[in-house]
């Protein structure tokens, strides 16, 4: 049975509308594609992927950074942990009781009463570094001169040991003061003299690393006329002068008696 007239245009009516849509949304998705608004939101759509990932290789970037900061810090850190730390090498270092021997630069004249010389060091297992900072800067400070006045700025028994030691006497080389009361490690500096030395209170006077006393013993040395004899003896060639700076008053001599 042949299809009627009236279906044939409605089929083609069809076919028209149909070709007339394809043709309408195929130009007008061309013109959105080429259109300004269009072009404008994705260059902005492409800058921000741009920024984005700018964004991101800056991050990872400054992580980088931090990461090998952190790494050099700690470094830094282990290095000087290791620089304080007593290095234990060669055949004739032994252990004894706990105690490692170290071998350094030698310190002229300083008795083990005084403080450690660096080539007869010990430093005990459990030493904190702290403990081996403070004998460290007291072997320091014994290697500035053979005769050392260890004092408080406002001790009046220091006053009189450095005026006797300084002023009264000429000696060379002069004794160094170290004044505990102003040094950063002054109580710690004090609290190892009094086990090394025996003697907490100051002023106190090391002699070649021993402590020949205070104030009240460097004033009887003096009037005694003594002084001068204990350095030489107990210096040796570490004092090259030694003198008082003032005339001494001549000591009378006795009358023989006439028979």
Do not use: W
């Not at 402590?211 to 013993?217: A, L, V």
Request: with cysteine; proline share 3%.
């Amino acid at each position: 049975m042949m299809p009627s007239q009236r279906r044939i245009r409605l089929f083609g009516v069809l076919i028209v509308i149909t070709v007339i849509a394809l043709v309408y949304m195929s130009r007008g998705g061309h013109q959105t594609r080429t259109s300004d608004f269009y072009t404008k939101t994705q260059e902005a759509l492409q800058e921000l992927r741009y920024e984005e990932a700018a964004k991101q290789r800056d991050a990872e970037d400054v992580g980088s950074r931090l990461k090998a900061a952190e790494e050099q810090a700690k470094q830094a850190a282990d290095k000087k942990y290791e620089s304080k730390k007593v290095a234990v090498e060669g055949d004739d270092q032994k252990s004894v009781a706990g105690r490692v021997k170290i071998d350094g630069d030698k310190v002229p004249g300083v008795a083990a009463q005084g403080g450690r010389s660096r080539d007869q060091a010990v430093v005990k297992e459990d030493e904190t570094l702290e403990d081996h900072e403070v004998e460290m800067e007291l072997n320091a400070i014994l290697k500035k001169s053979p005769i050392i006045i260890f004092s408080k700025s406002y001790c009046p028994f220091s006053k009189k040991a450095k005026h006797i030691l300084l002023e009264k006497y000429r000696i060379v080389p002069e004794p160094y003061v170290v004044e505990l009361d102003i040094n950063p490690l002054g109580e710690k500096l004090q609290a190892l003299l009094a086990k090394s030395t025996g003697r907490r209170t100051v002023p106190n006077i090391l002699l070649m690393g021993k402590s020949i006393g205070g104030g009240d013993d460097m004033e009887e040395l003096d009037e005694t006329d003594t002084l001068v004899d204990k350095i030489k003896e107990m210096g040796g060639s570490r004092i090259t002068e030694v003198e008082h700076r003032g005339a001494r008053a001549a000591k009378p001599h006795r009358r023989a008696k006439r028979s």
